[in-house]
């Protein structure tokens, strides 16, 4: 099941990208990320209703919460830059960059999560390194 909502994300993400770009134009980009981030607000409370989870806030741990903070930072962060960098560049190099997150993320994930690190993942992060080298030169 994680790898269809995986995959639906990439699908949500893709078309994230092109109806943000189509969207944007003659908009400022800061003021696009907060109607967008409006938006998502509006839809993740609606499924914490709908789904009756909102008990579940007062169990939560300090640890929890200033990560869950500063993962929020980090998503205002890159929201704010990748529509600055969708609104000047084009999305089909703009897109790919964005993406080197994943190599960035499986290096972070090595050294703060210990998590493995094979041959496999080493081979995937040059590919899609080289990849958008390809694709954004």
Not at 12 to 19: E, G, H, R, V
């Amino acid at each position: 099941m994680w790898f269809v909502l995986a995959l639906l994300s990439a699908v949500f993400a893709a078309l994230t990208s092109i109806l943000a770009k189509i969207g944007i134009e003659g908009v400022p980009s800061n003021l696009a990320t907060a109607i967008r981030t409006g938006v998502v607000l509006l839809m993740s409370w609606g499924m914490v209703f709908l789904t009756h989870t909102q008990g579940g806030i007062s169990e939560i741990s300090r640890r929890s919460w200033l990560f869950l903070i500063l993962s929020g930072l980090a998503t205002g962060a890159s929201w704010l830059c990748y529509y600055r960098a969708l609104q000047i560049g084009e999305a089909s190099r703009v897109v790919p960059v964005d993406k080197l997150s994943v190599v960035i993320t499986l290096a972070l994930a090595f050294i703060f999560l210990h998590e493995e690190f094979t041959a496999k993942s080493l081979a995937g992060c040059v590919l899609i390194g080289l990849g958008t080298l390809l694709m954004v030169l």
